[in-house]
């Protein structure tokens, strides 16, 4: 199994919002970085994802999601009127990819940027170098972890 962190903006779609979703899965779509892009093709069924609220206040990991589908054509690339849209793209150029998504558990407590910048253990994390800014990430199983272990305990004073 492997580890990834995936944002999204709450105002557009949060962790409450996949929670209400049909079998509490979706679609995740309109990624549009090709690294990003790449980290999705690398997803398989079974991976765990940190569900990040980013461009909020504040920014945090709310939760976590596994792969349910693996990566395949993102056809809102080709639908002028997706906000998604990339004339580029079409049905015989898929450009972009999607996975689908499960909501496995909304944490206890959401844990902010802030906070995780202060945990030694995550010195290392890809979120927290500055200007990083990949919607898609790589995460690993023992930043994974502490992340998961945070989130069910007291908040640090």
Do not use: C
Not at 89 to 102: E, F, K, L, Q, Y
């Amino acid at each position: 199994m492997h580890y990834w962190l995936i944002k999204s903006e709450p105002d557009v779609f949060s962790i409450q919002d996949l929670a209400r979703a049909k079998g509490r899965t979706t679609g995740w779509e309109g990624v549009r970085n090709y690294q990003a892009r790449n980290f999705l093709r690398a997803m398989r069924s079974g991976d765990r994802a940190l569900f990040y609220h980013s461009n909020a206040t504040p920014s945090a990991v709310a939760g976590i999601v596994e792969v349910v589908r693996e990566a395949y054509p993102d056809a809102t690339a080709w639908d002028p009127k997706s906000d998604y849209h990339d004339p580029k793209a079409g049905p015989d150029n898929p450009i972009w990819s999607r996975v689908d998504v499960r909501l496995v558990e909304i944490f206890p407590r959401e844990l902010s940027l802030d906070e995780l910048r202060g945990i030694k253990a995550l010195a290392g994390m890809e979120l927290l170098r500055r200007g990083s800014r990949l919607s898609v990430q790589p995460v690993t199983a023992a930043e994974f972890r502490t992340i998961e272990k945070l989130a069910h305990s007291a908040p640090r004073r």
